[in-house]
C-alpha cells in the first residue's frame, strides 16, 4: 500500500502458514486465521485492510478471508465449500473466486461475476482498482469486468499478434 505495509504469508514449522502484514522495515504481524493453520494474505488497501484466504478449524478447504485494519479481526467471506480473495481496493471492495467462479465482495454482498459470452468453465478474478476495474481470466483467458459486464481481452489484441500465438491469459 501507500504506507510500505506489504501483505505476505509467513512459513513456520510443520507446514504452518499465517498471513501477515510486513511493515516494509523490519518486523510483521501476524494475522488470525478462521481457527486452522492454513492461511494467507494476498493483498492490501491503504487502510490496512487486508484479503486472502484462511482455513477453518475443520481443515480445508480454505475460505476468502478479510482482516479489519489492526489485522486481529477476521471475516469469512465463503458462503459454500471454496473461496480465495486476491486483492482489495482502498474503497473496501474485494475480489477473487468462489467455488471457481470470479466474485466481487462489496459492502457484504457476493456478486458473481460470471464468465465471458458462451464460457461455460471456472472464472477467477485478481486484481481490482479504486475505479472498481477488475481483471482476472474467464476459461483461461484474460478479462476484464466493467460495470458488471465481462471483456475479453484478447479481443483487444491486434491480429498481427494474434497470428503469432499470443494469448492473454489473465
Not at 37 to 57: D, E, H, L, R, T
Not at 82 to 107: C, K, M, R, S, V
Not at 120 to 129: F, L
Amino acid at each position: 500500500n501507500d504506507y510500505g505495509q506489504i501483505a505476505v504469508t509467513v512459513s513456520r514449522d510443520y507446514g504452518v502458514r499465517w498471513a501477515a502484514i510486513w511493515d516494509g522495515e523490519n518486523s510483521y504481524t501476524t494475522l488470525n486465521s478462521l481457527g486452522g493453520n492454513i492461511s494467507s494474505a494476498m493483498g492490501i488497501n491503504n487502510s490496512g485492510m487486508v484479503a486472502g484466504f484462511s482455513s477453518p478449524v475443520s481443515g480445508p478447504p480454505v475460505h476468502a478471508t478479510v482482516w479489519n485494519g489492526n489485522g486481529k479481526s477476521v471475516a469469512d467471506l465463503t458462503i459454500n465449500k471454496f473461496g480465495l480473495a486476491y486483492a482489495i481496493n482502498n474503497h473496501g471492495q474485494i475480489i477473487g473466486e468462489t467455488n471457481l467462479h470470479a466474485a466481487l465482495w462489496d459492502n457484504g454482498e457476493i456478486i458473481k461475476l460470471g464468465n465471458l459470452p458462451g464460457a461455460t468453465g471456472s472464472s477467477m478474478a485478481v486484481a481490482i482498482n479504486n475505479s472498481g476495474l477488475i481483471v482476472g481470466n474467464s476459461n483461461s483467458g484474460a478479462t476484464l469486468w466493467n460495470n458488471g459486464k465481462a471483456l475479453d481481452l484478447n479481443s483487444l489484441l491486434d491480429e498481427s499478434l494474434k497470428s503469432a500465438g499470443w494469448i492473454l491469459m489473465s
